[in-house]
């Protein structure tokens, strides 16, 4: 079974790890104990959303990707394949409208995740 906490920590503590980046540094910039910023990366503690923020500011990542990256990781271990890129009618639709979200999302399908194997 796919614990979403753990995979949000693994994405945290390798995105902060591919930064060279130490607990501590990230822990005072996120404004969270350290202990915490800690308990979060091994998946031992959920995360609110506001929490997530400040980490993923903290790390000057936006917090999309970071919850991308834990919904592809989450999708492999269900067994479905990820789409590489984002699917071209879906940019067409957003920078149609100017890069109104709302709207894209709206009117564009999302893409069939298809079973692995």
Same mark, same amino acid.
């Given at each position: 079974m796919v614990v979403l906490r753990r995979e949000i920590g693994d994405v945290l503590r390798d995105t902060r790890q #591919?930064?060279? &980046?130490?607990?501590?540094?990230?822990s005072s910039a996120a404004r969270v104990s350290l202990g915490y910023l800690s308990e979060v990366e091994r998946g031992q503690k959920e995360a609110s959303s506001e929490l997530l923020g400040s980490i993923c500011e903290a790390l000057d990542v936006p917090? $999309? %990707?970071? %919850? #991308?990256e834990v $919904?592809? &990781?989450? =999708?492999v271990a269900e067994g479905f394949? /990820?789409?590489?890129? /984002?699917? =071209?009618?879906?940019?067409?639709?957003? %920078?149609? &409208?100017g890069g109104d979200r709302t709207a894209a999302r709206r009117d564009v399908a999302q893409p069939d995740l298809a079973p692995v194997g």
């Open positions: #591919r930064q060279g &980046r130490t607990l501590r540094e990230v917090l $999309s %990707l970071v %919850l #991308r $919904s592809d &990781r989450v =999708a394949q /990820i789409p590489d890129t /984002i699917p =071209a009618d879906f940019v067409a639709g957003l %920078l149609a &409208r």
